[in-house]
């Protein structure tokens, strides 16, 4: 499947089958390497990069749809957990897979900020891959161990400027959506953390509930279940209208932060040089998903909505990122922020 591959058996943290129907009966169904025609595509399972770890967000999003997706394309989708660096290892990956359609990367927020934080990034967002369109925009959520002393958004901006040199801030690794957001509180509130890197917000999540870590950012798609349990403490939404799911939670901008709105823009991609009509094949399977109830309803639930069928392609995915590769490098340079 893969033209190189980099990323050792070890960071592959988990392969989950996310939708078994019908293979087409030309291949059993199996990865053999004879990826087919474009015109007969797909004629094998279709392998989904997530570049975090399994059970965080972007890979909850990432199963959600794509079963809808199998199903519209008379296909299995294999989804591989590929983590590292802030989602960079398994986007490079991705980036040296073959070109046939059968290896399709999410990727979220990311993508448009390691060109600016990574000084030997391996791959280039806009040239080395071909975009199927964006997936969703999810709010994030500043929520701390439920333990943790203050009580409102504003008590968290005093004590952690008080305690700076013992809080701990947990995220996904430098250029993860959750890394971000952190740069933006400790940019705003003028304070420098410890940071703890994870692979992912999934475990980073587990740690918040278990005590060792103080406190994150991080996409409600993750953090909606342990908020409402009571299981962490939430302070704060980062987009300007609260979130419909977390009717109680103040916006950064209601509690004096305004200068702190991030949403986590996801988006579907494969290798630069993929046949068009595979790619036109997963854009019309995406907005078959998008447009799906289940999908829609347990979007909903997690404090999110799929975007509009018209950012489900491959035109409007390209714009979007082009525009944040902008966007963020200006953000990263004036916070003087570097990878490597
Ligand atoms: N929420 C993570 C981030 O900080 C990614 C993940 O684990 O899905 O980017």
């Known amino acids: 499947m893969r033209r190189t591959s980099r990323a050792a058996a070890g960071i592959i943290a988990a392969i989950g089958v996310v939708s078994l129907v019908a293979a087409c009966s030309d291949n059993g169904g199996g990865g053999s390497g004879n990826s087919g025609t474009a015109s007969n595509y797909p004629n094998q399972n279709i392998t989904f990069v997530v570049p975090f770890s ?7 999003v990432t199963r959600m749809i794509a079963e809808p997706m199998g199903k519209k394309l008379s296909a299995q989708i294999v989804v591989q957990n590929v983590e590292g660096a802030g989602g960079t290892v398994g986007a490079g990956e991705v980036a040296r897979a073959d070109p046939d359609g059968y290896t399709v990367l999410m990727h979220h927020i990311g993508m448009s900020t390691a060109p600016a934080l990574y000084a030997n990034l391996d791959y280039k967002p806009l040239d080395d891959f071909e975009m199927v369109g964006l ?3 999810v709010p994030m959520t500043i ?7 203050p009580a409102t958004f504003q008590d968290l901006v005093t004590y952690v400027k008080a305690n700076a040199d013992k809080v701990t801030l947990a995220n996904a690794g430098i250029g993860a959506a959750s890394h971000l957001c952190g740069l933006l509180f400790q940019s705003a509130a003028g304070v420098k953390l410890q940071e703890v890197p994870y692979q992912g917000t999934g475990p980073a999540l587990t740690d918040l509930v278990g005590g060792q870590v103080d406190f994150m950012c991080d996409q409600t798609t993750n953090t909606t279940g342990q908020i409402t349990a ?5 302070y704060a939404v980062t987009t300007p209208e609260r979130v ?5 939670v103040p916006t950064t901008t209601e509690s004096g932060m ?3 709105k991030v949403a986590v823009w996801h988006g579907l991609y494969v290798p630069k040089g993929t046949p068009p009509e595979a790619v036109q094949k997963l854009s019309e399977a995406l907005k078959v998903a998008l447009a799906d109830q289940a999908v829609i309803d347990q979007m909903a639930k997690l404090g999110t909505a799929p975007v509009p069928a018209t950012d489900a392609t491959p035109e409007a995915h390209r714009a979007k990122l082009d525009e944040q590769l ?3 490098a200006k953000i990263i340079a004036d916070a003087g922020v570097k990878a490597s």
């Open 258 to 260: 305004a200068d702190l």
């Open 244 to 248: 419909k799911s977390l009717p109680d």
């Open 143 to 149: 929520v701390a161990r439920k333990d943790f002393p």
């Open 54 to 60: 399994a059970g965080g967000p972007t890979d909850t």
């Open 326 to 328: 902008k966007t963020w």
């Open 230 to 234: 009571g299981e962490v403490k939430a």
């Open 135 to 137: 997936v969703t925009e």
